[in-house]
């Protein structure tokens, strides 16, 4: 059982280059997260997913794209990379009626 | 929405003592309430949760108590011990309709030996 399976785990891009961050999850959950997560800080919500073919804005949503493309999977694109996108991103799911969110084991990006 | 607020954010405890996180959240419908364990470089991990019909819950040293006329809740864990040492994250959910997971800021804990 896979649960939550992020990709890439490290990435390195120059800043004004595109890259997108897959997420999937085979635990049949409706709602998926994005999150960032700066050193020595807390996790900020990017955007999220309460179904497939809806997504909403979160807490720090400028600079990123999202795409729930089906139920199982929800991307994350930075556009043109800036050096404050330097964080661990990480995906999370959760199911029905408040149940736990899963985390993927998370990206570690840097732009330079 | 809703709004976690987590304190302290630093927290530094003897091997052996308690440590006490507490949370406050601002949505009176939220109904369910988690707390994560982040080890140092790892994917946060559910650790114990409680929902808004329980006042309190225990799992061996830790427990999580819940008031909710004031709207907080708190995890207490006993004989601490390093392995303890982490970032806690509490989070509030209001789980009809579709939820939307709201972290706390995070506590890191320091377990001193």
């Known amino acids: 059982n896979a649960g939550v399976t992020q990709t890439p785990k490290f990435q390195v891009l120059k800043t004004g280059q595109s890259m997108t961050l897959q997420c999937a999850q085979d635990?049949?959950?409706?709602?998926m997260y994005w999150y960032r997560q700066d050193p020595g800080m807390g996790l900020r919500l990017i955007y999220y997913?309460?179904?497939?073919?809806?997504?909403d804005k979160g807490e720090v949503p400028n600079g990123y794209n999202v795409s729930r493309l089906n139920k199982r999977e929800f991307s994350l694109r930075l556009e043109s990379a800036a050096p404050s996108q330097t964080s661990v991103y990480f995906c999370a799911s959760s199911g029905e009626g408040g149940t736990e969110a899963f985390f993927g084991q998370g990206t570690r990006l840097t732009v330079v | 929405g809703e709004n976690v607020e987590q304190h302290p954010s630093t927290l530094s405890v003897q091997e052996g003592d308690s440590a006490v996180i507490k949370c406050t959240y601002s949505?009176?419908?939220?109904?369910?309430f988690p707390w994560y364990k982040q080890e140092l470089g790892k994917r946060p991990q559910l650790i114990i949760d409680?929902?808004?019909?329980?006042g309190e819950k225990k799992d061996q040293r830790i427990a999580v108590t819940l008031n909710k006329t004031a709207k907080h809740f708190s995890l207490h864990i006993t004989e601490t011990q390093p392995e303890d040492s982490a970032v806690y994250f509490c989070?509030?959910?209001?789980?009809?309709?579709?939820?939307?997971?709201?972290f706390g800021t995070g506590t890191k804990l320091q377990v001193i030996p």
């Open positions: 949505d009176s419908a939220s109904n369910y």
């Open positions: 409680i929902r808004s019909n329980v």
């Open positions: 997913s309460a179904s497939e073919g809806t997504t």
């Open positions: 635990m049949n959950h409706n709602s």
């Open positions: 989070a509030a959910i209001h789980s009809g309709g579709y939820q939307k997971v709201t």
